[in-house]
């Protein structure tokens, strides 16, 4: 009797047993070691020399707040934390949404070395126009984005402080759609 008892939870545990949880969230985490390197919904993405992790690729369904997985992050308590610095230096993610028309999205950074910067790229789709910066703590803007080709929105940060910072998104005049961002923080030398 008593090795049945034993025998049953260990046989639940073994079949319940799963690559990959299906609640694994937003934040990025290590690729596997082989195929497949990500579950359904997550890409490989080399983040430095020697880390690869996987990636949320989400594709919202055109319904306003929350398709996209980051929602609410339109304050800087709420902003979705982008893993800077604790999975690596670099941070992308595709399919966001700005919708409603007055929707304001936040990214949360954290500079651990001084004289650091943060470098950033917005790309929008179907003609969407934004307003990026980068903000401070205390919701000051640090640096604020410049189109430098249509839907292409590039930022780039003077020194900073270690600390913590956001990158906000915002849409002009009304509009709403998707984009996407790439974020790194990188040594200023």
């Known amino acids: ?21 299906p609640d694994l969230g937003n934040n990025p985490f290590r690729c596997a ?47 979705y934390d982008t893993g800077i610095p604790a999975v690596g230096d670099n941070f992308r993610l595709l399919g966001i949404e700005l919708c409603p028309s007055n929707d304001v999205d936040l990214f949360k950074i954290v500079v651990e070395t001084n004289n650091d910067i943060i470098i ?9 126009t934004v307003e990026a910066g980068i903000l401070a703590a205390n919701q000051t803007v640090v640096a604020a984005a410049t189109e430098t080709a249509p839907g ?18 915002r849409p002009i005049g009304g509009a709403t759609g998707k984009y ?4 790194s923080v990188a040594s200023s030398n």
């Open 33 to 79: 070691g082989q195929q497949p390197f990500c579950p359904e919904g997550y890409e490989c993405t080399r983040r430095d020399d020697n880390v690869s992790v996987c990636e949320a690729v989400f594709v919202p369904d055109g319904n306003c707040e929350g398709t996209d997985g980051t929602e609410p992050n339109d304050n800087i308590q709420s902003a």
């Open 120 to 128: 950033g790229e917005v790309k929008t789709l179907a003609g969407l």
């Open 152 to 169: 292409t929105y590039t930022i780039e940060t003077d020194n900073l402080t270690s600390g913590v910072y956001f990158l906000r998104i």
């Open 180 to 183: 996407e961002i790439n974020v």
């Open 1 to 21: 009797m008593t090795k049945l008892f034993f025998t049953l939870p260990f046989a639940l545990v073994v079949a319940s047993c799963n690559p990959y949880d």
